[in-house]
């Protein structure tokens, strides 16, 4: 079982930053590759950024590519989600995830979620 923990959300204003934690307890949580998603109102589910258990390979989804960067620090049990240029549309809660394969992150189904933090970026 694995128990995930966002914080960091809030109110910015477009062209600002936020940071993202995801606190992880139970199993072994740096044998796990971790993801963000997000879900803005009214719409789907969508891929935001994935990294593998030892934090070498990283992907992204292109409308975060170049601003956002996703990070772990495995003796901490945390992985982190630094948002830069933030945009209007970037507004939606997010969540961390984990599984034991990324590619199982990237198509959408992991099998681990944490309960979400809200992300607002006004105009």
């Known amino acids: 079982q694995v128990q995930l923990v966002e914080s960091g959300g809030g109110l910015v204003q477009a062209g600002g930053s936020l940071r993202l934690s995801c606190a992880a307890s139970?199993?072994?949580?740096?044998?796990?590759?971790m993801g963000w998603f997000r879900q803005a109102p009214g719409k789907e589910r969508e891929f935001v950024a994935a990294i593998s258990w030892s934090g070498g390979i990283t992907y992204y989804a292109d409308s975060v590519k170049g601003r956002f960067t996703i990070s772990r620090d495995n003796t901490r049990s945390t992985v982190y989600l630094q948002m830069n240029s933030l945009k209007p549309e970037d507004t939606a809660v997010y969540y961390c995830?984990?599984?034991?394969?990324?590619?199982?992150?990237?198509?959408?189904?992991?099998?681990?979620w944490g309960q979400g933090t809200q992300v607002t970026v006004s105009s």
């Open positions: 139970g199993r072994t949580f740096s044998t796990y590759p």
């Open positions: 995830n984990a599984d034991q394969a990324i590619s199982t992150i990237r198509a959408g189904r992991p099998f681990w």
